[in-house]
């Protein structure tokens, strides 16, 4: 059975007279941030120049460059993009690590994968929430929190577990529950998940409902309506109910349709398809085409975006979408 700690297992006590350093004011890094100072600690944030400098200096933070702030703080929370970090790392970070400090990761990939080799007198720890970043912000705020996996990978004070109990209850995290887990765990598996089933599979399986129903000669928005809008709809039931929670509440045709014709159509090729995927996460072949991507400028992640922006589905649901939500 999986450790997992709630509220009542975590103190902040660990972060009270620390000063942490958000680097990074994206996705995670304003959405931690912010639910860190409203958890009443002390957060800095680390920056290059730009609009996000910008935004958190208007949200109230003090800002520094990487450096400045790694200086001035004694826990660090790497929360810029994955294949953003090493070079910060090296550059701006590890030069200025002190005895005792604490560095934190929202998910594993560039430690597990060797990408940056932490110094043994620090901590290393990780709290990955396991949400997008608008909602472990939106979440808190409604006094609640997204679950998340923490991880200890160097334990250099003792208290590495602890620090980073304390991050995951101030980001929110606690009050949903955190699971301890390694960095080659929750690595691993984000990547697995992000791939088939969250980012890659619900997509591909938006856009293939679409296009048979178009290329049947339906109309588009009625396609539309029925496999993207409605599929958050339905998801809705089986996040809160659980997959027969959900086959209770939709009709009985749609019950037995569902239970006869879902594993025809997701059959056993693509759970062979998601193990091939994932043994190319497990090897770190991924690991190793992404960076390639990145260090070559990512022709093929923009011209893949592209054709997605193009795709029919984004046209009609932009119509869609103004319609429902008025932008
Ligand atoms: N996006 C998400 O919801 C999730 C992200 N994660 C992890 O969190 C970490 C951060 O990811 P995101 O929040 O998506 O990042 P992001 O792409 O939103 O980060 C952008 C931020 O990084 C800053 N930045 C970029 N390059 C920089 C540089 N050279 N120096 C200083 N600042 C720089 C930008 O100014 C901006 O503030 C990653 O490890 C990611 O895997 C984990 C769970 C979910
Ligand atoms: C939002 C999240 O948890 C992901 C899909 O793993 C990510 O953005 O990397
Ligand atoms: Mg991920
Ligand atoms: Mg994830």
Do not use: C
Request: aromatic share 8%.
């Amino acid at each position: 059975m999986a450790k997992i700690y709630t509220d009542r297992d975590a103190s902040l006590d660990p972060l009270r007279d620390k000063t942490i350093a958000v680097i990074g004011y994206g996705s995670q890094g304003r959405a931690q941030a912010l639910n860190l100072r409203d958890s009443g600690l002390d957060v800095i944030v680390g920056l290059r120049p730009g609009k996000s400098w910008e935004l958190a200096e208007k949200e109230g933070f003090k800002v520094y460059r990487v450096d400045e702030a790694v200086k001035r703080a004694d826990v660090i929370m790497m929360l810029i993009p994955d294949m953003v970090q090493p070079e910060v790392w090296k550059n701006q970070v590890e030069p200025h690590l002190r005895e005792g400090m604490t560095v934190d990761f929202a998910h594993g990939f560039t430690v597990h994968y060797g990408l940056i080799k932490p110094p043994e007198f620090v901590d290393v720890v990780m709290v990955a929430p396991k949400s997008p970043g608008a909602k472990v912000r939106e979440e808190f705020l409604a006094g609640r929190g997204v679950p998340a996996l923490v991880a200890v990978y160097q334990d250099y004070s003792g208290r590495a577990l602890d620090t980073a109990l304390a991050i995951a209850k101030g980001i929110g995290a606690t009050r949903a529950g955190v699971i301890e887990t390694t960095f080659k765990e929750e690595t691993e598996t984000d990547l697995i998940g992000e791939q088939t089933v969250l980012v890659g599979g619900l997509m591909e399986l938006i856009k293939k409902g679409f296009e048979t129903l178009v290329e049947l000669g339906y109309q588009p928005e009625v396609a539309y309506f029925e496999v993207l809008n409605e599929a958050k709809l339905i998801m809705d039931l089986i996040w809160r109910y659980g997959i027969t929670g959900m086959l209770e509440r939709v009709s009985v045709t749609a019950r037995y349709g569902g239970l006869t014709v879902g594993p025809k159509v997701i059959d056993d090729r693509v759970k062979e398809n998601m193990k091939k995927a994932a043994e190319r996460v497990r090897s770190g072949e991924f690991a190793r085409e992404w960076v390639e991507e990145y260090r070559k400028g990512m022709p093929r992640l923009q011209k893949l975006l592209e054709d997605t922006r193009s795709h029919e589905i984004e046209r009609v649901g932009k119509e869609m979408r103004r319609l429902l939500f008025g932008d």
